[in-house]
């Protein structure tokens, strides 16, 4: 099956610092999706982004299928930037299944 | 919007006995939901895909005579538990799937349960 490796696996960084998550995954894709899970497990939506560039705010996301990796950048963070970022994908013929990553644990330190 | 929950958002529970768990897209229709199951520090494996009016569709290594999905309505699914034991304990979540109105669908997550079995 597709395999989405996710980098870095932690991040520890001071608050207003610009991080660079990425996402690479081993066949194309029809679907890309980040997520940030938050401490009490709900996965928010952050981006639906299967190619191209989107920005909501501080964050943006960059997938440059052709190439099978997906960037999401997180500017000026804030303490409530904080939990696990997770990537996941729909393979081209998946029926609609999502593969995820094992996600960016992320701590951002007042 | 696309709003989807789950009831109960924890449930503790004695071996042996049955949990049903809910999930419901509040403001779409969902033809397709989908059950995962997360544990502490890992990311979230798919368990089933739920087809509104048929069987669901089982991941391979997923149980379908313990792990009951029922998808009656396009608003809800429900996944049971049966027979739980302690191995059972676990974060389970469910997603509905809403089109993007480009051919590809974006799912959403409902909350989560958290289901101890002692």
């Known amino acids: 099956g597709i395999q989405v490796e996710q980098s870095p696996p932690d991040l520890i960084l001071q608050e207003g610092a610009n991080s660079t998550l990425r996402c690479n995954f081993s066949?194309?894709?029809?679907?890309l999706q980040w997520f940030h899970q938050n401490p009490w497990g709900q996965l928010i939506n952050l981006f639906y982004?299967?190619?191209g560039t989107k920005q909501n705010g501080r964050l943006s996301a960059t997938t440059v299928a052709t190439e099978r990796y997906s960037l999401l950048y997180i500017s000026s963070s804030q303490t409530t930037d904080s939990g696990v970022y997770f990537c996941?994908?729909?393979?081209?013929?998946?029926?609609?299944?999502?593969?995820f990553g094992q996600g960016t644990r992320l701590t951002i330190n007042p | 919007g696309a709003v989807v929950s789950q009831h109960p958002s924890w449930v503790i529970c004695k071996s042996g006995t049955s949990v049903k768990i809910e999930c419901r897209s509040l403001?779409?229709?969902?033809?397709?939901m989908f059950w995962y199951r997360q544990f502490p520090k890992q990311s979230l494996m798919l368990m089933a895909t739920?087809?509104?009016?048929?069987?669901?569709?089982?991941e391979q290594g997923v149980e379908k005579d313990k792990f009951l999905i029922n998808h009656a309505s396009l608003t809800l699914s429900t996944l049971t538990v049966t027979s739980a034991h302690p191995e059972d304990s676990s974060f389970y979540i469910c997603?509905?799937?809403?089109?993007?109105?480009?051919?590809?669908?974006?799912?959403?997550f409902g909350p989560g349960t958290r289901l101890t079995v002692l």
């Open positions: 997603s509905a799937s809403k089109s993007t109105g480009y051919s590809y669908n974006e799912q959403f």
């Open positions: 066949d194309s894709v029809n679907n």
């Open positions: 982004i299967p190619s």
């Open positions: 996941a994908v729909e393979r081209s013929a998946g029926a609609q299944k999502l593969v």
């Open positions: 403001d779409f229709q969902a033809t397709t």
């Open positions: 739920s087809n509104e009016g048929s069987k669901a569709t089982y």
